[in-house]
């Protein structure tokens, strides 16, 4: 009987110490770990980062090569082939094959290919096209890196269709990769939409959409529905982040990453005006480290 006594009262001590690591809105010290585990990486390479001065690749070799020199956080284009296959891919319209430098049949130009024609097209001439699969086996081999999610559509019920894909595609390679996948969402309505498939432990809010920013509005956006980091264009920067406001949200756990920065000068000003990192095709998390004088932090 003692025994069994014993026993419930290690249950019970386990269940308090549980519920005592979690904040107020639920998130448990698990979470908190892994969220700034992600925020030390303070360059995100937009695309997979650049490769021989190409830009938009989202490719394999530019992935692998970037990874080599220190990336650990990737944005991806992620979009659905003509047989719904999810692929990294900016768009299907006719500048992003004279982009990637393909020649596509005028036939074909502007809708979407299907896995086989996907695969068919190197980029560039010479990058290796990859889906979501081949990503996220990347990601399984090197569990230090980050997917940060460009999914491009609004529309909910495709916001959904793509998240469950991803969702789908994770669970089948491996599981633990759902921590490594970071949703960017770009309205309100998407992350209750997401949050409806799974629940991803960061979340970036990119506010390009946005015709003004509110200062008060997003703040309690941000605040009550668990976002981490807001991520603004240049000019939104300066006209409504430069003057404290990044700074304010810093003080509540939230980061500020502006895009595109291209160039030492751009990420080294961002950073004295409390932006925490910087979207980039081209700079490398070393240019970051050099330029930090921190200010940023």
């Not at 990453?257 to 004295?272: G, M």
Request: charged residues 30%; aromatic residues 12%; glycine residues 4%.
């Amino acid at each position: 009987m003692k025994k069994y006594i014993w026993i419930l009262f290690i249950i019970c001590l386990f269940l308090i110490v549980w519920e005592q690591a979690k904040g107020a809105n639920g998130t448990t010290v698990k979470d908190t770990i892994e969220k700034k585990a992600f925020i030390e990486h303070r360059l995100i390479a937009h695309a997979m980062g650049g490769i021989d001065g190409k830009t938009y690749t989202n490719s394999k070799e530019a992935m692998e090569l970037n990874y080599n020199r220190g990336v650990r956080a990737f944005e991806s284009d992620l979009i659905f082939t003509k047989d719904d296959v999810l692929v990294a891919r900016h768009y299907w319209e006719e500048r992003t094959a004279k982009q990637l430098e393909q020649r596509i049949p005028t036939g074909k130009v502007n809708e979407a290919l299907s896995l086989e024609e996907f695969k068919g097209y190197s980029i560039n001439k010479r990058y290796t096209p990859q889906t979501f699969e081949e990503i996220a086996m990347f990601m399984k081999e090197h569990p230090d890196v980050y997917l940060i999610t460009d999914t491009k559509d609004t529309d909910l019920e495709k916001v959904k269709k793509t998240f469950k894909e991803i969702v789908h595609v994770a669970n089948e390679v491996e599981p633990k990769i759902l921590n490594q996948i970071i949703p960017q969402i770009y309205t309100k309505e998407m992350l209750t939409a997401i949050e409806e498939i799974y629940p991803f432990e960061t979340i970036i809010y990119t506010l390009y959409l946005q015709q003004e920013i509110i200062e008060e509005d997003l703040m309690k956006f941000v605040s009550e529905r668990n976002v981490d980091i807001v991520v603004v264009d240049t000019w939104r920067f300066n006209v409504y982040f430069a003057n404290g406001f990044a700074e304010k949200l810093k003080e509540k756990g939230i980061y500020t990453f502006v895009h595109p920065v291209e160039t030492k000068e751009e990420a080294d000003l961002f950073l004295s005006k409390s932006a925490h990192g910087v979207f980039s095709s081209t700079l490398l998390p070393k240019d970051l480290n050099d330029l930090d004088t921190g200010k940023g932090k």
